[in-house]
């Protein structure tokens, strides 16, 4: 079974320009880049983005390290 981290993300969204602010544990970390549809595209720091892909659902899939690491954010309801 795959880990599970227990994190929180706050997005904030002006036009097609998104911000975001991890904390994962004790650690955080911040990001920011654009919205294309339901494709995010997230510099943060790193040499390849975190690519996102909101779920209708309302989840966001993502891709971390050109692939090689992945991630699943559910939203609090």
């Known amino acids: ?3 599970v981290t227990p994190a929180r993300l706050f ?3 002006n036009g097609t320009q ?3 602010n991890w904390t994962v544990g004790s650690s955080q ?3 920011s880049g654009t919205r294309n549809g339901d494709i ?3 510099d943060w720091g790193s040499a390849h983005p975190v690519v996102y892909v909101k779920m209708p659902n309302g ?3 993502g ?3 050109n692939g090689r690491a992945l991630e699943r954010l559910i939203p609090l309801r």
Do not use: C, K, N, S
Request: glycine fraction near 4%; aromatic fraction near 20%.
């Open 40 to 42: 995010l595209w997230i």
């Open 59 to 61: 989840e966001l899939h």
């Open 29 to 31: 970390y911040m990001g």
């Open 1 to 3: 079974m795959d880990p």
């Open 18 to 20: 998104v911000r975001f």
């Open 63 to 65: 891709t971390w390290d």
């Open 11 to 13: 997005v904030a969204q």
